[in-house]
């Protein structure tokens, strides 16, 4: 088959899903939507394996480069500039890489939720969201054309928001997905105005073309790119920059993380598919696609790094203090998404400079493996439980043994023990800090034992800690919910061995990347160190961990409260737009302009109240304006005739 | 095709309307009136593909050109063209949605029905205006009939409203009257006397002093009825106060006579001011922007909340006219329809949710998604869309425009597209405030349990808008080639008087 034969079915058929579920599914297929939605998603899956079967291993190598291909592209709107926003599909390494991700995660989490949300009111509405969702992210990593993303970009937000929002009658939720939105709406400011300027300077949108054109340092849209330049830095950097921050509000990058801890408010497979293992790493991928412009503007790279490696280590700070367990697992993602942007930012185009942008992809990769297993492990416990709180929870290991294993092994894999996934994804990402850039290595080596720490630290809590005090209840998982479990599992413990840079690197060539035995001892160490701590102080209930925080007095409470960041939105949105811009504005329109359009038809009636006294209609009255006008005339004439 | 079968058939629905008894005779005949009118608008638009298609290059097509009244040489001159097609298009969708909404109107309904399709006739007759004065003429017809709609059928603080807004309206028509006719008394043909024709005037090249004293008036003129700023006044009172249809025919059209009015009229006559002042309509259209956006955010009245960001979107369209490049006018074309469709849209789902909860206010509301699913479900499309997410119309029409204004290279229009695109960001803060508080959330009253869903003709007329909306919104090339090369006669226009001068 012909990619053009089929390939744009695997972003329809969700879309299908879509309209389907969303327009018949509560009257029609009620309980049979999930069923539906999971047989949609495997069809996409499939052809998405079958894709990357056939492009990595059959005609997607020519001339030692991986190709860019283009099998479909349709002018959506044409702008007479010469530019013009395309539909099409773009197929190079890490499009493939995604597609895979993206609809065998989304594959893993219809099923899970077959059983999860059982008796949901709104069961086929959930599954229609889930659709778009997957249709819109699948549209965001085969975009051809840079508004193509933004298009997509925003419909994944929407998604995002509907999902958060999904129990629409809880306050906090239906708060947590407006803050999710508004949040990354202000970074797609950035974006948008960046890929403005991008499209401007280098003349079109299409992603091929304008990297060939700003990569080029003899073409003429380089030149002018670099000269230009506003408040002493180039508009290159500026639109770069720009880019990059609405990469970094999708990605809830660091200052732009927090709306993902409110947003775990959703359904808790929600939270494994799109909070985890894809929509929060397009921000990655977004740099990634656009890497080659970004790897000759050292100033950008040099804030992606600074982003990258500040939201890694602020994250996993506060991760260790929360105990809600599904935020402790978002600000381990955003710890994590932070590894794979520093690493895009210490590397450089081509060759071995390159190789930290293969191993930002590899871990974005083994990432969306072990932390959806994560996610969905915990939205098992939740089932369970019926609560979010570490407090609820403790010796569950016997109750829930298939989550259990499941999710050490993916505990393991986060914290870096060989020979889990990711293991060898960190180790990469290391490697790469270490040769270009010693403080990053630093905070990432730290970083990576306390990962180890809040990562035992969670799991003591859930499956350790007390005795066994639940009682069953009749609560099993079911086998859909224990499905997804042991096969994301399997893949949490094979995907590490895959050779990744032969298959992504930044110039498309293969990168190979040996092994370093003596270079892995030190992060392994780091690692076992978290863990040996986090087993000493919450294996058994013990004093320990009160007398830590008390040790740490007041670093522990900012970091409980996440370091005061939302007060300060919360200050910054109530206090000065609300009061300082949205009530003026309301209120000189209220009084100032409508005030002085009242005013005119104000004094206009009051004018004519006097004037009209003079109509009265009366005849003496008319009499006597007469001669008094004539008197007041004729002592005019005369005293101008003398 | 025959153009004045846009006017005669609305025409012939008013007379009609004259002889029936009853709310079912009137509302059927109504419906039935726009029911053809909406085929007729489909009609035009295959013919003009047809004939666009067969290689007519004419600026305008299917011309009828008739003496009105020789002594002022006014003439009966219609045409059309790929914009005015499209805002034909709008008419015939908002008209019939509107019809559909008013199904349940019982007092006075006759009377109700014959001033809605009367304000349908001022409309088509509008857009396919090639004279000035008959321009002028239709423009008029859509006056009055507001003043009653909103006087008589009305909520609130009706009287007030309609008069502030009967009064605004007849200030622009005013204004816009002086501009039209100090261009006819600096016209000459070829015979030596004026014209109020605009092909012909089009193609004169009227003195720049000229056109300084008699742009302001006539675009600030048209600026009133398109909410311009400062004169935007008259929208918030005025929808608010206004029945269902009538803030559907008010925002959805009314306000794009006016856009239609300084692209066709103030630019494409006279162009060498339209450069020269378009640093100050962009400034004031920035404003509207921002600042009617930051103003949506402190309104607590669905239909406030309605209005004060139709001023905003509002003030994209003058942008979009006022940075003068082809891309923006054809954004801002785009944005007249797209605009025109949702905001209709936008009233017809906050009358519905009014009828059943009686009441406006966002506090008093809560949790309608569980109640009345449809009616929510639509309230949130149309809130996506006010908000430019891509898929629906808004978006299409924003981006077009963020794009035009950034090809013009001075810093000037730069920041000012920046300042637009600002406003994305406070349109995403009202939207989601008010789908948060009023659709979402628990449910805010017992009482709401007891509402029905939308009826039949509800679904109906939200249905049509719906599909419009979704339609340029995934496709949006169709109404782009529809609407371009016209944006390109304007543009041509423009250049050469900048060549000339």
Not at chain 1, 278 to 297: E, Y
Not at chain 1, 452 to 462: G, H, K, P, Q, W
Not at chain 1, 574 to 582: E, R, S
Request: contains cysteine; aromatic residues 16%; charged residues 10%.
């Amino acid at each position: 088959m012909n990619y053009a034969d089929y390939i744009a079915w695997i972003p329809l058929l969700p879309l299908a899903g879509f309209v389907l579920l969303g327009l018949f599914g509560k009257r029609f297929f009620k309980q049979y939507s999930g069923i539906i939605g999971v047989f949609i998603l495997l069809v996409s899956a499939a052809l998405a394996f079958y894709t990357a079967y056939i492009y990595f291993f059959i005609n997607g190598y020519e001339d030692g480069v991986y190709q860019k291909l283009i099998p479909i592209k349709y002018v959506w709107l044409q702008f007479y500039s010469g530019t013009s926003i395309d539909m099409g599909i773009l197929l190079d390494p890490i499009s493939v890489m995604m597609m895979v991700i993206v609809t065998f995660v989304s594959l893993m989490v219809h099923i899970f939720s077959l059983g999860y949300m059982k008796g949901e009111e709104r069961f086929s509405t959930y599954y229609a969201f889930l659709s778009l969702f997957t249709f819109s992210m699948l549209g965001l990593v085969v975009a051809s054309n840079i508004f193509q993303i933004y298009f997509f970009w925003e419909l994944v937000g929407i998604s995002s928001y509907l999902l958060i929002g999904f129990y629409y009658d809880r306050p906090s939720a239906v708060s947590a997905a407006k803050k999710a939105f508004i949040v990354t709406r202000f970074a797609d400011l950035g974006f948008l105005i960046g890929i403005i300027i991008l499209a401007f300077e280098g003349g079109t949108l299409d992603f091929n073309t304008l990297i060939h054109r700003l990569t080029d340092l003899q073409s003429p849209e380089y030149i002018a790119i670099t000269t230009a330049s506003f408040l002493g830095i180039s508009v290159m950097t500026w639109a770069l920059t720009l880019v990059f921050m609405g990469g970094a509000g999708k990605s809830a990058m660091f200052p732009l993380h927090i709306w993902l801890p409110d947003a775990m408010e959703g359904p808790t497979p929600v939270s494994a598919l799109i909070h985890a293992a894809t929509m929060v790493v397009a921000g990655v991928f977004l740099v990634a696609r656009l890497f080659p412009v970004f790897s000759i503007n050292g100033a950008s790279l040099l804030i992606v790094t600074w982003v990258g490696s500040v939201s890694a280590l602020f994250a996993a700070i506060i991760a260790c203090t929360q105990t809600d367990i599904k935020r402790v697992l978002a600000y381990s993602t955003v710890s994590q998404i932070g590894y794979m942007i520093f690493a895009l930012g210490v590397a450089r185009y081509g060759g071995e400079a390159g190789a930290g942008y293969t191993a930002s992809m590899f871990h974005l990769f083994t990432h969306a493996f072990f932390k959806s297993l994560l996610f969905l492990g915990a939205g098992a416990v939740i089932h369970i439980v019926h609560s979010n709180e570490m407090k609820d929870m403790g010796g569950l290991r016997k109750l829930i043994p298939v989550t259990h294993i499941t999710f050490l092994i993916a505990c393991l894999a986060i914290a870096g023990v060989p020979p889990f996934a990711g293991f060898f994804s960190k180790e990469e990402v290391l490697l790469a800090a270490y040769n270009s850039n010693k403080a990053v290595y630093g905070i990432a080596l730290f970083t990576s034992g306390l990962t180890a720490f809040y990562m035992f630290r969670l799991y003591f809590s859930i499956f350790w800690r007390k005795e066994q005090e639940h009682e069953t209840h009749g609560h099993k998982l079911s086998l859909s919910m224990k499905l997804p479990l042991i096969i994301l599992a399997a893949g949490t413990l094979l995907v590490g061995f895959i050779p990744f840079g032969k298959f992504v690197s930044s110039d498309g060539r293969t990168l190979e990347s040996p092994f370093h035995f003596e270079f892995s001892i030190a992060p392994v160490l780091f690692a076992l160190a978290g863990i040996s701590l986090a087993t000493w102080i919450y294996k058994k209930e013990s004093g320990r961990s009160q007398k830590l925080a008390a040790a740490l007095g007041g670093f522990y409470r900012a970091a409980y409260k996440k370091f005061y960041m939302d007060e300060v939105y919360m200050f910054v949105t109530k206090k000065i737009i609300f009061n300082l811009v949205g009530k003026p504005a309301a209120w000189i329109d209220k009084y100032i302009v409508d005030g002085t359009m009242n005013g005119i038809a104000f004094s206009t009636a009051k004018v004519s109240g006097w004037i009209k006294g003079i109509q009265s209609g009366k005849v003496q009255n008319y009499a006597l304006y007469f001669f008094v006008g004539i008197i007041v005339l004729s002592i005019v004439i005369l005293y101008l005739w003398k | 095709m025959n153009l004045s079968l846009l006017l005669l058939v609305p025409l012939i629905t008013l007379t009609a309307l004259l002889f029936c008894k009853g709310l079912k005779q009137v509302r059927s005949i109504s419906l039935f009136g726009s029911a053809v009118q909406f085929v007729l608008s489909f009609v035009l638009l295959y013919w003009y593909w047809k004939e666009r298609a067969s290689g007519n290059n004419a600026a305008f097509l299917f011309e009828e050109n008739y003496v009105w009244y020789a002594p002022l040489h006014i003439n009966y001159h219609i045409g059309v063209d790929g914009i005015s097609v499209a805002m034909i298009l709008l008419t015939s969708f908002v008209v019939l949605a509107g019809v559909l909404v008013s199904w349940k109107v019982e007092t006075l309904s006759k009377e109700f029905f014959f001033l809605l399709l009367f304000l349908g006739v001022g409309a088509y007759g509008f857009f396919i205006s090639l004279d000035l004065f008959t321009l002028f003429f239709f423009l008029e017809l859509s006056v009055i009939p507001k003043y009653l709609l909103i006087g008589i059928w009305g909520s609130g603080k009706k009287e007030y409203s309609a008069m502030k807004l009967a009064l605004m309206l007849m200030g622009g028509s005013g204004f816009v009257f002086i501009g039209l006719a100090g261009l006819f008394f600096n016209t000459n043909t070829v015979d030596g006397t004026h014209t109020f024709d605009i092909l012909q005037i089009a193609q004169m090249h009227i003195p720049l002093e000229v056109q300084q004293i008699f742009f302001p008036f006539a675009f600030v003129g048209f600026g009133v009825f398109g909410a311009l700023f400062p004169f935007h006044t008259w929208v918030p009172d005025g929808h608010s106060s206004a029945p269902t249809a009538a803030s559907m025919f008010l925002a959805g059209i009314s306000m794009k006579l006016g856009g239609y009015g300084c692209l066709r009229v103030a630019t494409f006559l006279m162009p060498d001011a339209a450069q020269q002042y378009s640093w100050i309509i962009i400034i004031l259209s920035c404003i509207a922007i921002l600042y009617g956006a930051f103003a949506t955010m402190m309104q607590t009245d669905l239909k406030y909340i309605n209005a004060y960001s139709s001023v905003s979107h509002c003030g994209f369209v003058l942008l979009g006219i006022g940075i003068l490049t082809k891309t923006a006018i054809a954004g801002a074309v785009m944005q007249m329809v797209s605009h025109g469709l949702m905001t209709a849209l936008f009233f017809a789902a906050i009358g519905m949710i009014y009828d059943r909860t009686h009441t406006r206010q966002m506090a008093q509301l809560g949790g309608l998604l569980k109640v009345m699913p449809f009616i929510s479900t639509v309230f949130v499309i149309v809130a996506l869309c006010s908000l430019g997410l891509p898929g629906l119309s808004g978006f299409v029409a924003e981006v077009t425009i963020f794009m035009g204004s950034w090809e013009r290279a001075d810093a000037f229009y730069k920041v000012a597209t920046i300042v637009a695109c600002a406003s994305i960001v406070v349109t995403a803060v009202y939207i989601l405030r008010v789908v948060g508080k009023a659709i979402m959330g628990p449910l805010a009253s017992k009482e709401f349990n007891l509402i029905k869903d939308a009826g039949w003709h509800e679904k109906l007329a939200t249905g049509l808008l719906v599909v419009a909306i979704v339609a340029i919104g995934v496709a949006p090339f169709w109404l782009n080639n529809l609407i371009g090369p016209d944006a390109d006669l304007i543009m041509k226009n423009i250049s050469n008087g900048m060549v000339i001068k």
